[in-house]
């Protein structure tokens, strides 16, 4: 959910990017391994647009709601109870220092 990405997101901003991917390696959340996923996209882009990797610094990261999923449990005499698996959008900006 977007309020324990953004737990996340509050530990990598401002960082050097590769000090970033670092620090995710190491956190024990389940959003850890796709944020991290962003990051190194991100990485990826400024390298191919010319920027030096080592330079990279994660300047601004936004977390924001996405479409919840919505489940169902079976519960105790034919009813049910709702499941919703909520969703993240990250975007992270990396800017040269």
């Known amino acids: 959910s977007p309020r324990k990405v953004r737990l996340i997101a ?3 901003r401002g960082k050097r990017a590769s000090e970033a991917l670092t620090t995710l390696q190491f956190v024990d959340k ?3 391994g796709p944020f991290a996923k ?6 990826a ?6 920027k030096d ?6 300047s601004k990261v936004a977390v924001d709601k996405a479409p919840t999923y919505k ?3 079976p519960r105790a005499r034919g ?3 709702r499941i919703n698996k909520r ?3 990250i975007a992270v900006e990396l800017s040269e220092r």
Do not use: E
Request: proline share 3%; charged share 15%; aromatic share 0%.
């Open 71 to 73: 489940r169902i449990m």
């Open 30 to 32: 389940r959003a850890a």
């Open 53 to 58: 990797p080592a330079r990279l610094v994660v």
């Open 45 to 50: 882009n400024a390298k191919q647009a010319g």
């Open 10 to 12: 509050d530990l990598v």
């Open 38 to 43: 962003v990051i190194a996209s991100a990485i």
């Open 79 to 81: 009813s049910a109870s």
């Open 87 to 89: 969703n993240s959008h």
